[in-house]
């Protein structure tokens, strides 16, 4: 049997906050709190998982890394930049405006974070 992650809890200050924000910026669907959970409002990244952001009292901050092809990455730089969301090329810069063009992984990297302290990475191969 092959293993996926099906959904994973983003914590959050505000959960209903934090997923417009991230479904905003990485250009997907918000629907809303879940009908039958209505602490989760979860954002589906894809066929195979879904982001269930949940709101806490002290949010600790996840770090979440996603592989997306070149338009895409693209996209979202722009969707950024048009919501003056602020990014960078490294984790411990993230809000310096750049992208790294020599990402580990190959290709291009970039982080940003959300206002509960999650921080995203995309990487473009």
Request: zero cysteines.
């Given at each position: 049997?092959?293993?996926?992650?099906?959904?994973?809890?983003?914590?959050?200050?505000?959960?209903?906050?934090?997923?417009?924000?991230?479904?905003?910026?990485?250009?997907?669907?918000?629907t809303g709190?879940?009908?039958?959970?209505p602490h989760?409002?979860?954002?589906?990244?894809?066929d195979s998982l879904?982001?269930?952001?949940?709101?806490?009292?002290?949010p600790?901050?996840?770090?979440?890394?996603f592989?997306?092809?070149?338009?895409?990455?693209?996209?979202?730089?722009?969707r950024?930049?048009?919501?003056e969301i602020?990014?960078g090329?490294?984790p411990a810069?993230a809000?310096?405006g750049?992208?790294?063009?020599?990402?580990?992984?190959?290709g291009?990297?970039?982080?940003?974070?959300?206002?509960?302290g999650?921080?995203y990475?995309?990487?473009?191969?």
């Amino acid at each position: 049997m092959t293993i996926t992650l099906d959904h994973t809890v983003v914590t959050a200050t505000d959960n209903d906050e934090a997923a417009r924000f991230f479904a905003s910026a990485m250009g997907l669907r918000y629907t809303g709190p879940h009908p039958h959970a209505p602490h989760f409002v979860p954002i589906r990244v894809n066929d195979s998982l879904t982001l269930d952001f949940m709101t806490v009292a002290h949010p600790q901050g996840h770090h979440l890394a996603f592989n997306v092809d070149t338009e895409t990455f693209d996209d979202i730089i722009g969707r950024l930049k048009a919501h003056e969301i602020p990014y960078g090329s490294d984790p411990a810069h993230a809000t310096n405006g750049l992208v790294d063009n020599n990402h580990p992984n190959g290709g291009r990297g970039l982080y940003f974070s959300d206002p509960s302290g999650n921080l995203y990475e995309l990487i473009s191969l």
